[in-house]
């Protein structure tokens, strides 16, 4: 009778230390998620602080898979220069073994415009509104889905430049907490063509950006689509992000090479005529 009291008793402590560290870990994920000041710059001291905002290229490898094929069908060749130039190469694959050659197609984003698949210049834009391309030029969720996933899969720490791309940010109440995650609401409203709100979740323990959802497209024509991040590896004096999802086409993108250190020419993002 007294070893089954004892147990009981010792239950009870357990119980009790595990509610502790609980409500403990509660409140700290509560202080990391107090304001949205206080959570993306936990982000940016996460991936590599000064290093991350500083760095002006980098070159990368990836698979792709999407829903309708089992295994890699695509590799990806993506370069990225500062602030917003981007190529996106790619190799179909068959059966995610066997490269097929023929000519490999690569879009090019010179920070203005995008080319055609064959890195061509491109007129099917031609017909939109000048400031309309203005601003999906600066504002990469006002692209549609497909080079939207361009972008952030070439820059997937892109919201490290979160004050450059939304005008106010609100932290949810009550986040952190027993979620784990810090919600941020993104807003844009400087615009009034071009207002939204987005939303932006980070790991409250780590600083980490797990998921980031956009209504992508030029508004009113606003299309809800979501990225998830995970796999972070350190990569020089960066954190980088090897597995980007994106919900759309249900396409991950796995990263088998990331290089901070290769210079980029801007001829490289330049469409031919």
Same mark, same amino acid.
């Given at each position: 009778?007294?070893s ?26 509560a202080?990391?998620c ?6 993306l ?70 920070? !203005?415009?995008?080319?055609? $698949? +064959? ?5 099917? %834009?031609?017909?939109?509104?000048? /400031?309309?391309? =203005? @601003? ?5 969720? !006002?692209?549609?889905?497909? $080079? +939207? ?5 070439? %820059?997937?720490?892109?919201?490290? /430049?979160?004050? =450059? @791309? ?48 956009i ?39 796995r ?19």
């Amino acid at each position: 009778m007294i070893s089954f009291g004892l147990k009981k008793a010792q239950l009870a402590v357990f119980l009790i230390l595990i509610s502790t560290c609980a409500a403990a870990q509660a409140d700290v994920n509560a202080a990391a998620c107090s304001s949205p000041e206080v959570v993306l710059q936990r982000y940016i001291d996460a991936v590599g602080g000064k290093e991350v905002i500083d760095s002006q290229s980098r070159s990368m490898t990836a698979r792709e898979t999407n829903a309708g094929f089992g295994t890699e069908h695509y590799i990806y060749k993506f370069k990225w220069k500062t602030p917003n130039k981007v190529t996106a190469g790619s190799v179909p694959y068959l059966m995610g073994v066997f490269p097929i050659y023929y000519p490999n197609g690569t879009f090019k984003f010179d920070g !203005n415009s995008w080319s055609n $698949f +064959l890195g061509r210049t491109s007129h099917n %834009d031609d017909a939109l509104p000048q /400031r309309q391309r =203005e @601003l999906t030029a600066k504002y990469p969720y !006002n692209e549609g889905p497909y $080079f +939207l996933e361009l972008r952030v899969a070439a %820059d997937p720490l892109m919201v490290t /430049r979160a004050n =450059e @791309l939304y005008t106010g940010f609100e932290a949810d109440p009550g986040s952190g907490g027993d979620s784990g995650l810090c919600v941020v609401r993104a807003n844009q409203f400087r615009l009034l063509r071009n207002q939204r709100q987005d939303t932006l979740y980070f790991d409250a323990a780590s600083g980490l950006l797990k998921a980031w959802e956009i209504h992508t497209g030029f508004p009113p024509n606003n299309i809800p689509v979501k990225f998830q991040f995970d796999d972070y590896r350190q990569v020089g004096a960066i954190k980088f992000p090897f597995y980007v999802h994106f919900t759309f086409n249900d396409t991950t993108f796995r990263y088998t090479n990331v290089d901070l250190t290769q210079p980029l020419a801007d001829t490289e993002f330049q469409a031919k005529p």
